[in-house]
């Protein structure tokens, strides 16, 4: 089955940046959309950021201007740039990821914004 395996997370102080990796791995025939979603604590998971397999992007206002996505040549593989961090971009980032048969998700990668 599809696996998505982040890695990037961490410890980034307010006003710093982060980049995130997100790779996929297992049977893949082609993902049309890859992403990040994001959850803290007693919140619901919203969306960070999506790209389809045309490049089309579509984020969230909280990171609008803020944070970059992209994906690969090969398109199992999603990056996600964030600048000027905030103390509420903190949560664990989760990476998302649709094909015509099914969703998949990582496993969730933290990233604490605190100085």
């Known amino acids: 089955q599809v696996q998505l395996v982040e890695s990037g997370g961490g410890l980034v102080q307010p006003g710093g940046s982060l980049e995130l990796s997100c790779v996929a791995s297992?049977?893949?025939?082609?993902?049309?959309?890859m992403g990040w979603y994001r959850q803290a604590p007693g919140k619901e998971r919203e969306l960070v950021a999506t790209?389809?397999?045309?490049?089309?992007?579509n984020y969230a206002d909280s990171v609008k201007g803020r944070a970059t996505v992209s994906r690969d040549s090969a398109k199992n593989s999603v990056l996600l740039q964030m600048i000027s961090l905030k103390p509420e971009d903190s949560a664990v980032y989760y990476c998302?990821?649709?094909?015509?048969?099914?969703?998949?998700w990582g496993q969730g990668t933290q990233v604490t914004v605190s100085s």
């Open positions: 790209i389809t397999g045309g490049g089309a992007t």
């Open positions: 297992g049977s893949i025939f082609s993902i049309n959309v």
């Open positions: 998302y990821g649709e094909d015509l048969i099914e969703d998949y």
